[in-house]
Nanobody
Framework: EVQLVESGGGLVQAGGSLRISCAASGFAASGFSFSDYVIGWFRQAPGKEQAEEVC????????HYADSVKGRFTISRDNAKNTVYLPINSLKSAATAVYLC?????????????????WGPGPHVPVSS
């Protein structure tokens, strides 16, 4: 089964930066390769039941950012390493959340969390004010 593992989370001060990564494995049984998947980053803030989309990337070049992160977050992917990267800059205290990467083998690329079949556990990124 496809597995996603994030890394790079941790406490950061408001205005600071960090980079989180998502490494994927286990594609043999799925019939797809990593490059076939849309990879999305979502975040779930404390007390919120729903995760909100942060950004997404497809191998054919589709990239989308939520308005709240445009200009500060930059998603990139290395299909040879089955990894997606998300440098995060100018963090605000409101950005405190668990950041989750997810994979969807759908077309066109979707922003809907329900369309993503595989999810990582997500690193917690607390932003101190």
């Amino acid at each position: 089964e496809v597995q996603l593992v994030e890394s790079g989370g941790g406490l950061v001060q408001a205005g600071g930066s960090l980079r989180i990564s998502c490494a994927a494995s286990g594609f043999a049984a799925s019939g797809f390769s990593f490059s076939d998947y849309v990879i999305g980053w979502f975040r779930q803030a404390p007390g919120k039941e729903q995760a909100e989309e942060v950004c997404l990337s497809s191998s054919e070049g589709t990239i989308h950012y939520a308005d709240s992160v445009k200009g500060r977050f930059t998603i990139s992917r290395d299909n040879a390493k089955n990894t997606v990267y998300l440098p995060i800059n100018s963090l605000k205290s409101a950005a405190t959340a668990v950041y989750l990467c997810a994979a969807a083998a759908v077309w066109p690329p979707t922003r809907a969390p329900a369309e993503y079949a595989f999810w990582g556990p997500g690193p917690h990124v607390p932003v101190s004010s």
